[in-house]
């Protein structure tokens, strides 16, 4: 098992990234993609432009930019590299990229991510079973090819973090995951445990949508088998609300929490039930999606 050493918390890295959507175009299709739209339609040039623009913009005017590149698939697309060395040029200091780590299968296309700048990247990575992640990407082989993808991102210097989203066919494994993950990839560090939102394609599929009654004690095993393993692991916006799972004990590592904090609160839709009032922790949590008491209405939601 590898030591916990860990630098003071900074709450400004639990800040998200500013986000660059280069389109829809997905070589994955998810069960419980969140995306509205369909993975084969692409954003038009000039609407990508602008964003790329935005970013730059956004994120030039604050000390130390970071920018975090998604889809659909980044790798897909052909321009990436020239436009991580952009955002290089425009003094950004952190470039991400969101990846289902397929296409950098392919060590030269990982390489080249690299050399143009990028830092980090943020990997799907859904199950340790070859079985359970091929399923849910709905991509016969992808485990294995995401395995080598990670590998050659690693071995090219990038931070990868990984982001595996819990629901109904994976919770049970969740512990065994993290300790998969700390013998598989030593270098691996932090893991965003990620729980379906569900819409999009989610909606559809609303069977894949977890009951937070059943998946909180996994939740809970999970973040300690981590914590054993040396893992940091966080709670990001399409994570659980801090009454699941035990994450009221480690507030502090809800992205929700630090955005509370810093005062940078967003608005995602969510919604409190009215027990919610007499919460303890209700000022630092970000409640829970709609959809998902349209699903399971309040099971496993209680004041802290």
């Known amino acids: 098992m590898r030591s916990n050493k860990t630098a003071a918390y900074n709450m400004e890295e639990d800040i998200p990234y500013e986000l660059v959507r280069l389109g829809y175009a997905c070589n994955a299709r998810c069960l419980f993609c969140n995306v509205e739209c369909l993975p084969e339609e692409r954003k038009s040039d000039d609407r990508i432009l602008r964003d790329v623009m935005k970013a730059v913009l956004i994120s030039g005017s604050r000390p130390g930019g970071r920018i975090s590149i998604s889809g659909g698939e980044p790798g897909l697309y052909r321009g990436l590299p020239s436009l991580i060395r952009l955002f290089r040029s425009k003094k950004v200091s952190k470039i991400e990229v969101q990846t289902n780590a397929l296409c950098f299968a392919d060590r030269s296309l ?105 998946i909180s004690p996994y939740i809970s095993d999970a973040l300690s088998r981590a914590d054993a393993e040396g893992l940091v692991i966080h709670n990001p916006i399409c994570g659980l609300p801090l009454c699941v799972g035990g994450w009221h004990e480690r507030a502090d590592r809800s992205v929700e929490y630090s955005l509370s904090k810093l005062d940078r609160r967003r608005d995602v839709g969510k919604i409190y039930p009215d027990f ?13 999606w709609p959809e998902y008491m349209d699903i399971h209405g309040v099971s496993g939601l209680k004041p802290v």
């Not at 016969?140 to 990868?160: H, M, P, T």
């Not at 919610?276 to 829970?288: E, I, L, Y």
């Open 276 to 288: 919610c009032s007499v919460c303890s922790v209700k000022t630092v949590c970000g409640g829970v």
């Open 110 to 214: 990982a390489a080249l991510v690299a050399s143009a700048g990028a830092t980090s990247a943020f990997v799907s990575l859904h199950s340790h079973s070859p079985g359970t992640h091929d399923f849910l990407t709905g991509v016969k082989g992808s485990y294995a090819r995401s395995l080598k993808g990670i590998d050659n991102l690693l071995s090219c210097g990038l931070e990868v973090v990984l982001n595996p989203v819990i629901c109904s066919r994976n919770y049970r494994a969740a512990a065994k995951y993290m300790a998969f993950v700390s013998k598989r990839f030593p270098e691996i560090k932090y893991i965003s445990l990620s729980v379906v939102q569900p819409r999009g394609r989610a909606l559809k599929n609303g069977r894949i949508v977890p009951d937070y009654a059943l």
